[in-house]
């Protein structure tokens, strides 16, 4: 998506602390235009007020957009180079790859003693089309569900360019079709010549960071890489728990697979 905030709605955006910027270390650091090589940067606007009606969870959360400075900083040139050139038409038909993920905070979590995290990948199937080919649309509202309700309250980040476990969902397509003639889920990424695993979580660990430092919390997941990866970034109190939901006759071959690559699922929990 084209994503552009003109220089003085920036500004004020930022005075009234609704724009930040924090480093790879979820340490807020100072907006400017020069981004060090040497790290990663996250901008964050919000919070936003957004009542929601995810499944069977009816709340107001507050959302936060993110997005990597580097990544904003290309699309604010490209966007400075046609004002200057007096064609604002052409705004609206340009197109970036830039990753805008999202944060709901459920609760009060950030003073809170123990909240609950859903770190989730974006999958436009299953989360939007309601696909049974995976699990991914249920185990998203159900991850509302259990942070809405949770005494302590918690967040879920939602990861966009992580379709198909990062190939895009271009990519994804033609892995269905290689599913439907017998390979399983990670063989196809594999036949396409892509990573059967090619996600990366560093962000996610980043804004946990900073909305609730290196606390105590349960992280919702089946997935040893989520758990190694937001380790690997310095995040070392929290607990893993049990996520499983949506198990049907259409995808339990591909739970099956999940399971053989090593995810903490049991026979019971996809029987």
């Known amino acids: 998506m084209f994503t552009y905030l ?7 955006l930022v005075e009234q602390g609704k724009l930040i910027r924090i480093d790879n270390a979820g340490q807020v650091v100072e ?4 981004i060090p090589s040497d790290s990663v940067h996250i901008n964050i606007l919000g919070p936003i007020p957004m009542p929601i009606h995810l499944g069977q969870v009816e709340t107001t959360a507050q959302w936060y957009a993110t997005v990597r400075a580097e990544e904003l900083s290309d699309v604010l040139q ?5 004002r200057d050139r007096g064609d604002p038409g052409r705004f609206a038909s340009m197109a970036t790859a830039m990753a805008v993920n999202s944060v709901l905070v459920f609760g009060t979590p950030f003073t809170s003693a123990n909240p609950m995290v859903r770190v989730h990948s974006n999958c436009l199937t299953g989360d939007v ?3 049974e080919r995976c699990e ?24 966009a360019g992580h379709e198909g476990r990062g190939i895009g969902l271009w990519a994804k397509a033609a892995t269905y079709l ?3 003639e017998g390979e399983d889920t990670y063989q196809a990424n594999e036949s396409l010549g892509l990573p059967a695993d ?5 962000d996610a660990a980043s804004l946990i960071m900073y909305f609730l430092g290196n606390k105590p919390f349960q992280l919702l997941t089946n997935n040893p890489k989520k758990i190694s990866a937001l380790h690997a ?22 739970l099956e697979a999940k399971k053989d690559r090593g995810h903490k699922l049991e026979s019971g929990d996809i029987d």
């Open 233 to 254: 970034a310095g995040l070392d109190q929290f607990v893993s728990a049990k996520h499983v939901t949506g198990v049907t006759e259409t995808n339990r071959r591909y």
């Open 178 to 180: 290689l599913q439907d």
């Open 129 to 131: 089309f309601g696909s």
């Open 136 to 159: 991914c649309g249920p185990q998203l509202e159900y991850a509302a569900e259990r942070i809405s309700t949770h005494p302590d309250g918690g967040m879920l980040v939602y990861m």
């Open 31 to 34: 907006i400017s235009d020069q």
């Open 6 to 12: 003109d220089s003085n709605i920036r500004t004020r």
């Open 198 to 202: 090619s996600r990366d979580f560093s």
């Open 78 to 82: 490209l966007a400075d180079d046609l």
